[in-house]
């Protein structure tokens, strides 16, 4: 079986569709299928009109012509327009989830060095300046300073 990629031709990517759903209808399966809510979609089919529906891609009308002529499940999800993303918005969300994973990656570093100073014996703990919670380490030595308690 070929894989389907952007410029594939339609008429190998249909047979393609109608193997898989062939499987999906075989082992019970469940196939999910997206449609417009609102008719701005370009295309439709029996199926999508008795949703009240439309569907952006021709491919989509065969693909669901060959899931229904099979009787294979099908699950009917239903979106808006108002519900897509442009793709600035995409790209501004793709900028914020990797701050959020650097500022988390961040966060683990620095949990797992505190983790680590506490496992240290009293010695090494004194030697790197490392405060337990009962001790009475000034905030300088966190700050980088070398100032050393009073005793």
């Not at 070929?2 to 190998?12: M, Q, T």
């Not at 209808?25 to 999508?48: H, N, P, S, W």
């Not at 808006?80 to 995409?90: A, C, P, R």
């Not at 793709?94 to 060095?113: R, T």
Request: include cysteine; hydrophobic fraction near 35%.
């Amino acid at each position: 079986m070929k894989a389907i990629s952007g410029g594939a031709d339609p008429s190998e990517s249909i047979e393609t569709w109608k193997l898989i759903a062939a499987n999906v209808q075989r082992t019970g399966g469940m196939i999910y299928i997206y449609f417009r809510k609102e008719l701005e979609g370009k295309f439709t089919c029996d199926a999508v009109n008795q949703k009240g529906g439309s569907l952006d891609g021709r491919n989509q009308v065969d693909e669901i012509e060959s899931a229904v002529s099979l009787g294979c499940k099908i699950e009917w999800l239903s979106y808006d327009s108002s519900q897509l993303l442009s793709w600035d918005e995409l790209e501004q969300r793709e900028v914020q989830d990797a701050e959020k994973a650097a500022k988390f990656e961040d966060m683990a570093k620095a949990g797992q060095q505190k983790l680590q100073a506490r496992e240290m014996s009293p010695k090494a703990r004194q030697t790197f300046a490392v405060p337990s919670e009962t001790s009475s380490v000034p905030m300088s030595i966190l700050e980088g300073h070398t100032a050393m308690p009073d005793e």
